[in-house]
């Protein structure tokens, strides 16, 4: 819940489950799978809980969904074809890349909200290219994914931060679908973490599109670099 919660406000939602998931004695891997399987719906649900800011993005959806999601089938075949030894040690930078995503994520939230004036923008190749690179990205790990959307969106999509937000929760749970539906064909899945995480996320991406824009981003940050250190911990450990 906590996870789906944060992914709708402020992302990284991943920091949250990733640790609880080895911590249960699930290999890298595997946790990984699992909880990409079991974290888009909440991303769809807290989309659709941001459906009034969407209106007339449809054009952006299309276009960046589609960027987006071969970038994320891209990042699920690396995932697939690298071997574990990789992941394992490509992971732990990852998480300290998403720390720092998540540590400066006020000072692009601030730059986005005071660049966020005038007529909305348009999709140019360059934020296509850079939205795929996004989704190579979440397709292999994920984490803070979507910081790194809005960073893009602040930079090169003039529009207001709440639309922008819309955007972004509907573009990461094309990432995390397609992804998931790669790895349920072609790697092991705990059904059991992934489906709890799911019922989690559900329930989670509610209260984020309702009442989660209320609550404090540097308490939330807080509670995902707390976590996130502790996965690096355990896996280095």
Not at 104 to 127: C, K, N, Q
Not at 138 to 154: K, T
Request: net charge positive; with cysteine; charged share 10%.
């Amino acid at each position: 819940m906590a996870a789906g919660t944060i992914n709708v406000v402020v992302g990284s939602g991943t920091l949250i489950t990733f640790p609880v998931l080895l911590a249960i004695g699930l290999p890298p891997v595997t946790a990984n799978v699992s909880n990409a399987v079991g974290l888009f719906p909440g991303s769809f649900v807290g989309a659709y809980g941001y459906r009034s800011e969407l209106t007339g993005q449809r054009d952006r959806v299309i276009r960046l969904g589609v960027a987006a999601s071969l970038g994320a089938l891209v990042g699920a075949v690396l995932l697939l074809v690298l071997p574990a030894s990789a992941f394992a040690t490509i992971v732990p930078i990852l998480i300290v890349l998403a720390l720092v995503l998540v540590i400066i994520g006020p000072r692009v939230s601030a730059w986005v909200g005071r660049s966020s004036t005038g007529e909305p923008g348009r999709v140019t190749v360059p934020l296509m290219v850079l939205i795929f690179a996004c989704g190579v990205y979440g397709g292999y790990f994920g984490a803070a994914q979507s910081v790194l959307i809005m960073g893009i969106f602040g930079l090169m999509l003039h529009d207001t931060i709440q639309r922008q937000n819309g955007l972004k929760n509907i573009i990461a749970g094309m990432v995390n679908a397609v992804a998931a539906l790669l790895f349920v064909f072609f790697r092991h899945v705990d059904w059991q973490a992934a489906g709890l995480i799911a019922a989690g996320a559900i329930v989670g991406g509610v209260i984020g599109a309702r009442v989660g824009k209320r609550l404090s981003p540097t308490v939330l940050r807080a509670v995902i670099v707390v976590i996130g250190v502790a996965a690096l911990v355990k896996l280095l450990a």
